[in-house]
């Protein structure tokens, strides 16, 4: 049996998902998460065989729980589930750990197929993402991780999420359960290591990194 972890913030798509994989004999859904701070406890308390994961999750953006996923549990095989075909998004998805990227708007068929395809332990890429950002992979080309973004903490990298997001520091104090004067200490290490000057400067470099959509 199959067990899926559903990571998606909208209801009406996750009820949706859940009924198109229960209509399968060897996929069990056994939990959901709607918040990216959640998901990685949440995977490694439910030990999914798949995590089928929306990078647009509020809290943490997806490619960082895809790292926390790949480091806290490896067996988890995440798949993501975007509406971006971009090629900053697939091959950043897929170099962090995602072992398959699908684009929201796949049938139902091929939902079912890319699950099967990585709970075995196999790459699936969408048949719309265009062949050459797959051969980019290959290749070592795409986009590399800037290396200001790399000397983050763990915990930096969650407060700058939050802070693209418009959360002030009390909110992200509640939410990561630190106190406000941590978030300041945070929030300025963030500023100082990515050379940000301003909250707008946070959202341009959030919408760069793929942090933020770029409809933002």
């Given at each position: 049996m199959i067990t899926v972890l559903l990571a998606e913030d909208h209801t009406i798509v996750?009820?949706?998902?859940?009924?198109?994989?229960?209509?399968?004999?060897?996929?069990?859904v056994v939990a959901e998460a709607d918040d990216g701070l959640k998901v990685a406890d949440q995977v490694e308390s439910a030990a999914p065989n798949v995590v089928l994961l929306d990078l647009g999750l509020p809290g943490l953006h997806g490619l960082e729980v895809?790292?926390?996923?790949?480091?806290?549990?490896?067996s988890a095989h995440v798949l993501v589930l975007s509406m971006h075909a971009h090629e900053e998004y697939v091959l950043g998805a897929l170099r962090n750990g995602a072992a398959g990227y699908l684009v929201k708007g796949s049938d139902?068929?091929?939902?079912?197929?890319?699950?099967?395809?990585?709970a075995s332990g196999r790459r699936f890429v969408?048949?719309?993402v265009s062949n050459h950002l797959v051969n980019a992979l290959v290749e070592g080309g795409g986009i590399v991780a800037s290396e200001p973004y790399e000397s983050l903490?763990?915990?930096?990298?969650?407060?700058?999420?939050?802070?693209?997001?418009?959360?002030?520091?009390?909110?992200?104090?509640?939410?990561?359960?630190?106190?406000?004067?941590?978030v300041e200490t945070?929030?300025?290490?963030?500023?100082?290591?990515?050379?940000?000057?301003?909250?707008?400067?946070?959202?341009?470099?959030?919408?760069?990194?793929?942090?933020?959509p770029p409809e933002h």
């Open positions: 996750r009820q949706g998902l859940r009924k198109v994989l229960e209509t399968e004999p060897d996929i069990s895809i790292r926390q996923i790949a480091r806290r549990t490896p139902s068929a091929e939902v079912v197929a890319a699950i099967r395809t990585v969408s048949a719309a903490t763990r915990r930096e990298r969650e407060v700058l999420h939050l802070m693209a997001e418009g959360h002030a520091n009390a909110d992200i104090a509640a939410r990561l359960f630190i106190s406000p004067r941590t945070h929030r300025a290490n963030v500023m100082r290591k990515l050379g940000l000057r301003s909250q707008t400067d946070v959202v341009r470099y959030a919408i760069r990194r793929g942090i933020l």
